[in-house]
C-alpha cells in the first residue's frame, strides 16, 4: 500500500551536487511531515532535512546552508538538493514520515534508500 522510493545517489567529488528524489505513493506528502534521514556504516539513523504538511522546513546543523528538501505535491514526491558535498555526507539516504519514525511504527515501509558516496 504505501511506497517509499528513493533515487539519485551516486559517487560524487567533495564539492559537488547530488539531487535526491522520493516517489511516494499511497500516502499524501502534504498530510505527514516528510524527512529525509541518512545512515551511515557504524551510525545511527540521522535526520538531516523535513518539510512539514504548510511547506516549513527544517534542517540539522550539519547540513544546513547546503542542502534543500522542497516537494511536488501535484507529483507526490519528495526532493533533497545536496551541494557542497562533503565526505561526512556518505551515508545511504532515506526518505520517511517524521512521526512514524518517532513512533516506530509502520517499519515495513522504510525503502531501500539510495547511496550517496562523497569521495576523490
Known amino acids: 500500500q504505501v511506497q517509499l522510493v528513493e533515487s539519485g545517489g551516486g559517487l560524487v567529488q567533495p564539492g559537488g551536487s547530488l539531487r535526491l528524489s522520493c516517489a511516494v505513493s499511497?500516502?499524501?506528502?502534504?498530510?505527514?511531515?516528510m524527512g529525509w534521514y541518512r545512515q551511515a556504516p557504524g551510525k545511527e539513523r540521522e535526520l538531516v532535512a523535513d518539510i512539514t504538511g504548510s511547506g516549513n522546513t527544517n534542517y540539522g546543523d550539519s547540513v544546513k546552508g547546503r542542502f534543500t528538501v522542497s516537494r511536488d505535491n501535484a507529483k507526490n514526491t519528495l526532493y533533497l538538493q545536496m551541494n557542497s558535498l562533503k565526505p561526512e555526507d556518505t551515508a545511504v539516504y532515506y526518505c520517511f514520515p517524521t512521526v512514524w519514525a518517532r513512533v516506530g511504527s509502520a517499519q515495513e515501509y522504510w525503502g531501500q534508500g539510495t547511496q550517496v558516496t562523497v569521495s576523490p
Open positions: 499511497g500516502i499524501t506528502v502534504t498530510a505527514h511531515t
